[in-house]
């Protein structure tokens, strides 16, 4: 008899237990979800991308740092430009700009380069300290001269997701000259290997890890956001993450 | 003994910030829960540190079988159906921290717990300003933050609690219990874990350093939101217990309505 009480009491607590995941699914797929989504903006008016992201030593900084993204890309470009030691590889600035630009990696490195180690704060909640240099983002795009129209940086990349979606990124023009904001060539003191984004990654230090797109092969300006892929202008924003990502 | 009348004891500003505070909290706690199963550990440092682990919660394969584990200040403890392996929130179990029963949402998606998070912690800190706003006006902290007077009154307070001492010592409209735990929570863990939360942030970490530098790094910041966390629970435990002890009708009465009725045997919550 008590084992049956015990019994029928485990199983009306375990029902009772599932039903909670029940109703808290419910409410995430109600309409209330919407309103939720609300907040980002405020976040972005207030918190935005303002002050200096922390400076480390060498000392503090991860030799072995964390790769955590899609698979390394895998196709005959990319396999091709790694073989090649990306001779070939140009990285494109244009979209809203009056001077196109397709940049070597020689070039990229005979500009002005910025050294910095900073942390790399994932949305998962893990962080990492990697010694990133390379052109200030900024500097590139004073190159291209963006045109009054343009609002945003978009970055395109060389990798795709498991079911064939493109990695793709992007950020406020304003935001985007923030000065730590760079486009790496290194990491550690060395050239960026093909598994950490080689040959350019973008490294926004203000923002959450999955805004610093690896295997950046063009850099768009545009007006909007609405008409690239899922339209939220980041391939983690069409799955649901904020696009301000400094929260 | 004579019934007092009642008296007006909560402030309408004071229901409707309690109560918003509270479903607030229900959903932080839910959400923070569902946040913490994408990387379920907590490191006192500013990086990731496996060398500095304070928790950790996962699962280990053991043959076919899957085993839930903690490891919490270098000890191991199995918790297989509890955490680390455990309801996926959809019916059926999977490797993840906390179940899906007590996440927000059930399932597992760290973009939909922070929405909820990120939504509920301006509830949150609306409520706390307004609280404080109203409290600072009404002169109400001074009848319910803890003064020298009452350090005296905690033992015998206590004692009378747990039925050693027959009457209370003499207080106020709050014990001096009551002013303890009240004082905390609202004017320590409170803004602590609104602080420990801000300091996760990339953004807000280089506007205000010295936030994120002062609680030990990014991932002290998460420990420390962690532990208030838990805090906030342990005190929400205590407090729904005198609730419901000491006079369930007066007390949620007086939550609602803002009628109290004191001078009774029972002590309010």
């Known amino acids: 008899m008590k084992r049956r009480l015990f019994l029928a009491g485990t199983i009306a607590a375990a029902s009772g237990l599932a039903g909670c995941a029940r109703v808290t699914n419910a409410l995430n797929e109600s309409p209330f979800h919407q309103a939720l989504t609300a907040v980002e903006r405020l976040n972005h008016a207030l918190i935005g991308t303002r002050g200096m992201a922390k400076v480390y030593a060498d000392a503090d900084v991860d030799r072995e740092f964390r790769t955590n993204s899609f698979a390394t890309p895998s196709n005959a470009r990319y396999a091709d430009l790694v073989r090649e030691g990306f001779r070939d590889y140009k990285l494109v600035v244009d979209g809203e700009v009056d001077r196109p630009q397709a940049l070597s990696i020689a070039e990229l490195r005979a500009m002005k380069q910025l050294v910095q180690a900073t942390r790399h704060d994932c949305v998962e909640g893990w962080s990492a300290i990697g010694k990133f240099g390379g052109v200030p983002l900024g500097d590139v795009l004073a190159l291209a001269q963006p045109k009054a129209a343009a609002r945003y940086v978009v970055f395109h990349c060389f990798d795709v997701s498991d079911s064939g979606d493109p990695y793709y990124e992007s950020l406020d023009i304003v935001e985007a000259a923030h000065p730590q904001t760079i486009l790496a060539l290194d990491l550690n003191e060395r050239p960026i290997d093909a598994d950490h984004g080689a040959p350019v990654r973008l490294k926004v230090p203000t923002q959450l890890g999955y805004k610093s797109a690896k295997w950046v092969v063009r850099v768009e300006l545009t007006r909007d956001l609405a008409g690239l892929y899922g339209g939220h202008g980041g391939y983690w924003e069409d799955n649901g993450y904020e696009w301000y990502a400094g929260i | ?269």
């Open chain 2, 1 to 269: 003994m004579s019934r007092a009348e009642k008296v007006y004891r909560h402030s309408l500003s004071t229901r409707l910030t309690h109560w918003l505070a509270a479903l607030s909290l229900v959903i932080l706690f839910m959400s923070g829960l569902q946040i913490f199963n994408a990387a379920p550990f907590l490191d006192a440092s500013d990086k990731t540190d496996p060398a500095r682990r304070v928790l950790e919660i996962g699962a280990v394969q053991n043959g076919a079988r899957e085993n839930g584990f903690v490891n919490i200040l270098g000890l191991h403890v199995r918790t297989t159906g509890v955490l680390g392996y455990t309801d996926d929130g959809m019916g059926g179990q999977s490797e993840r921290a906390f179940p899906g029963w007590i996440t927000m949402p059930g399932y597992q998606s760290l973009a939909d717990g922070r929405r909820w998070h990120l939504f509920f912690a301006w509830i949150l800190v609306i409520a706390g300003l307004w609280y404080f706003v109203a409290g600072a006006i009404s002169g109400k902290f001074r009848k319910l933050v803890i003064s020298r007077a009452d350090l005296s009154k905690l033992v015998p307070m206590q004692l009378y609690y747990l039925k050693l001492r027959k009457e209370p010592p003499p207080y106020g409209e709050y014990n001096p219990l009551q002013k303890m735990a009240y004082t905390v929570v609202i004017f320590v863990f409170a803004p602590l874990i609104v602080i420990s939360g801000l300091a996760l942030s990339p953004g807000v970490d280089a506007i205000a350093g010295p936030l994120t530098s002062v609680l030990g790094g990014r991932q002290f910041a998460r420990l420390w939101h962690f532990v208030l966390t838990f805090s906030l629970l342990g005190f929400t435990v205590v407090h729904l217990t005198m609730v419901f002890t000491q006079g369930a009708y007066n007390n949620v009465r007086s939550m609602v309505t803002g009628w109290y009725r004191p001078g009774t045997h029972e002590v309010s919550a």
